[in-house]
């Protein structure tokens, strides 16, 4: 072009690379700003080969994998409190923080994930349907408690038939009992407080939270929230799908990276 020295051009080639990196700084301090309290918390279900396409699967080796990765890789494996502490703004969240959670309650849990988890020392969340506990393919009473005396494991409700709370047929009195009344059995069977609790699904209303809230939770679980719900909501804890694709050491510390969680909130 007439008049552009080659000089003038690695200049503006310049200013443009480093407006750029100026951009990319910021959006990295941002984020980092933004979620620094956001537990990357992970969401199994069954810890089997997958039979049922209905039910999400986790084969035990890959499982066995992914644990065997937080381990070595020293991450900060948390309990429900610490993830209510950290998103309260009442601790600072170390960096490689990560929580993990189970739904349904399965015994394939105690069977394949319970000594994966043993064998690392890595504390983890399971979410009972009480209707279910002792059915076939179901964790009994002597799991349950088993689990819950290690202290390894936190039992949490997961409520009492798996109901779809946003559906016109869970009515104000069900919901109760559904929240409430989980609460209750597991409290009487296991001898002690049961303090969280896991939407089915990840369905849940402005009604579901008041209710778990009186009910006496301390935080709810769910998957996708709305985006009414704060990204720091202790009564709408995002998580994160776990599935046997993600054993590359590389997806999966993208997945548990707390970044995930914040760009896929803006998604």
Same mark, same amino acid.
Request: proline fraction near 4%; charge should be positive.
């Given at each position: ?15 443009? @690379? *480093?407006? &750029? ?13 933004? %979620? =620094? +309290? /956001? ?109 819950? @005396? *290690?202290? &390894? ?13 946003? %559906? =016109? +047929? /869970? ?97």
């Amino acid at each position: 072009m007439k008049g552009w020295s080659v000089r003038n051009v690695k200049k503006i080639l310049l200013l443009g @690379a *480093s407006a &750029l990196c100026a951009v990319l700084i910021a959006l990295v301090f941002y984020v980092e700003l933004r %979620s =620094a +309290s /956001v537990v990357p918390v992970l969401m199994y279900h069954s810890f089997q080969v997958a039979e049922d396409k209905m039910v999400p699967c986790v084969s035990p080796k890959i499982f066995a994998s992914q644990m065997e990765f937080l381990a070595k890789n020293h991450y900060n494996v948390v309990g429900p409190d610490k993830i209510v502490a950290y998103m309260t703004g009442k601790e600072k969240m170390p960096a490689k923080t990560v929580a993990i959670t189970a739904d349904d309650g399965y015994y394939n849990f105690y069977l394949n994930a319970y000594p994966v988890l043993k064998k690392y020392n890595l504390p983890a969340i399971i979410f009972i349907i009480t209707d279910k506990i002792g059915s076939k393919g179901y964790l009994g009473w002597k799991e349950l408690r088993e689990m819950s @005396a *290690s202290n &390894l494991i936190t039992i949490g409700s997961h409520t009492r038939s798996h109901p779809w709370i946003p %559906s =016109a +047929s /869970v009515d104000e009195e069900k919901l109760w009992d559904e929240l409430a009344g989980s609460k209750k059995i597991l409290e009487e069977g296991l001898g002690r407080r049961v303090d969280f609790v896991c939407y089915p699904n990840g369905g849940f209303n402005d009604l579901a939270k008041e209710m778990a809230k009186k009910a006496g939770y301390k935080g709810a679980f769910t998957t996708n929230p709305s985006k009414k719900s704060g990204i720091n909501d202790i009564y709408a804890i995002r998580r994160i799908k776990m599935s046997s694709s993600s054993v590359n050491p590389a997806t999966l510390w993208g997945k548990i990276s707390r970044y995930y969680a914040w760009f896929k909130e803006r998604r």
